[in-house]
């Protein structure tokens, strides 16, 4: 349902406006791009669910909740934390390397939250489990 909100949102917009910056056409794109996305995979997930069997996606189920498996998801997660904020570091200084230091404070910004929900959400983790 997203998916064809944001989509529907993104092709009025690029037939209304007529008179609009490039970027604001590329934004409008980006939304019809990503709702057709969601879109997508949300018709893929559903016809791949009704046509799999009960024993395959009870399968599934049991695969899902295997604690191995969440562990192995927990770990893939951490990784992928650590390279997403190395790569937003770099990001910052490049923009403020090269001259655009509005885009290196969002970097930064980005980094910053990122970091700080991971804080948060530790603290609130900790004391719950």
């Known amino acids: 349902m997203l ?25 409008f794109g980006m939304f019809t791009g990503f709702g057709v996305a969601l879109l997508v995979s949300s018709g893929w997930r559903l016809i791949r669910r ?11 189920e049991i695969e899902h909740s295997d604690e191995r498996n969440r562990m192995i998801a927990m ?4 990784v992928s934390y650590a390279v997403s ?9 490049l923009f403020v390397a090269i001259g655009y230091p509005l885009p290196g404070l969002i970097a930064a910004g980005a980094l910053c939250l990122s970091a700080l929900t991971l804080l948060l959400a530790t603290r609130h983790y900790r004391r719950k489990l």
């Open 50 to 60: 009704r046509l799999a069997s009960p024993e395959a996606l009870q399968r599934e």
């Open 85 to 93: 904020q190395g790569f937003l570091a770099v990001m910052a200084f």
């Open 75 to 78: 770990l893939a997660a951490s």
């Open 3 to 27: 998916g064809a909100v944001i989509a529907a949102f993104g092709v009025y917009a690029q037939l209304t406006l007529t008179e609009v910056e490039h970027n604001m056409n590329m934004l």
